[in-house]
């Protein structure tokens, strides 16, 4: 490849090709601007002696088999990259401790790179995220107070998955608004309240954590007008459900399922007529179902398996 130096390339896009080589020394492209590898067969070990070319503000490289260490070495220079996708290799990410970039991203995507197993602190010094991606990172660490800090100061309409590690603690409430596009805290060991900020998302995942404190449901505020998707299957949620569900009138998919939540099934519940899916398997509701569901005729998936629900189900005789 090194043969194309000469034509001063500024953009390359190999996107989803079957190319099976190992990666090139891309550092003598000194106006590459734009590079897309990602989806191919591109394999065997990043070279420890290679650099980025310096002009380079985009760099995909996903969904290939590339293996070995990524260090400040690599980066070097690389003042103007804004877009950096590694996801779904099977890189480590190692750079020395106190290692300031030159650069801001606004995407970064290193879903299954290797980046723990302590919180990645380079990423305190990026302050444009418009999307992050550090899910399945083997990261096992509580997550620092300076990244909770960041996000009011990021662009609105944040894209954020750190799920599928093991992150630990408590997360803040902020009092001004936050807006999330997509949040995905899965799969870790978040305890406590979920903040009332979270509120503010398109999709909302926090399955599989150790929350135990539906403070979320506050029925004071007013109507959550953007939650579209809720997850919050698999923690520690008890007492009974909140019967405010008419504040978040935008929810098509609710899953509440494998909790603790007792008592009776919210009426309000009725008032989601949008919603299509309902699941809440594996609680200790009691009672009758609430006839409100009958509102909800765009239901197409009604789970409430494993509970101790009795009465009739003529709610369900939608016509």
């Known amino acids: ?7 001063s390339l500024e953009e390359l896009n190999l996107n989803m090709n079957q190319i099976n080589d190992t990666l090139h020394d891309f550092s003598t492209f000194t106006s590459l601007k734009w590079l897309y590898l990602s989806k191919n067969k591109l394999n065997g070990e990043i070279p420890k002696d290679i650099q980025f070319p310096p002009q380079l503000e985009k760099l995909y490289m996903e969904s290939n088999s590339l293996k070995g260490v990524l260090t400040d070495y690599h980066f070097a220079n690389m003042s103007k990259l804004q877009r950096l996708f590694l ?11 106190n290692w300031v970039p030159p650069f801001q991203l606004i995407w970064l995507g290193l879903r299954s790179c290797k980046l723990g197993p302590t919180f990645p602190k380079w990423l305190m010094t990026q302050n444009k995220f418009d999307v992050i991606d550090i899910s399945n990172a083997s990261i096992s660490d509580i997550v620092p107070e300076w990244f909770w800090a960041k996000l009011p100061l990021l662009n609105n309409f944040l894209d954020m998955n750190i799920s599928y590690n093991n992150l630990q603690g408590i997360i803040p409430n902020f009092p001004q608004k936050i807006y999330f596009h997509e949040m995905s805290l899965g799969s870790n060991q978040f305890e406590g309240p979920i903040p ?89 509701l009691t009672n009758e179902m609430p006839f409100s569901l009958k509102s909800c005729t765009k239901l197409v998936i009604l789970d409430l398996a494993e509970n101790k629900l009795t009465g009739p189900f003529s709610c369900l005789d939608w016509e």
């Open 1 to 7: 490849m090194s043969g194309c130096a000469r034509y």
């Open 87 to 97: 996801s779904d290799n099977s890189l480590a990410l190692t750079f020395t401790q």
């Open 196 to 284: 009332l900020f979270l509120r503010n998302s398109l999709h909302l995942d926090l399955s599989k954590n150790k929350f135990s404190d539906s403070i979320f449901f506050s029925c004071t505020n007013g109507t959550i007008g953007s939650l579209y998707q809720l997850d919050l299957s698999h923690n520690q949620l008890f007492g009974q459900i909140p019967d405010c569900w008419n504040h978040f009138k935008s929810l098509t998919y609710l899953d509440m399922s494998h909790n603790k939540f007792s008592r009776k099934i919210s009426t309000s519940v009725g008032s989601l007529f949008d919603l299509q899916a309902l699941l809440l398997r594996n609680n200790n």
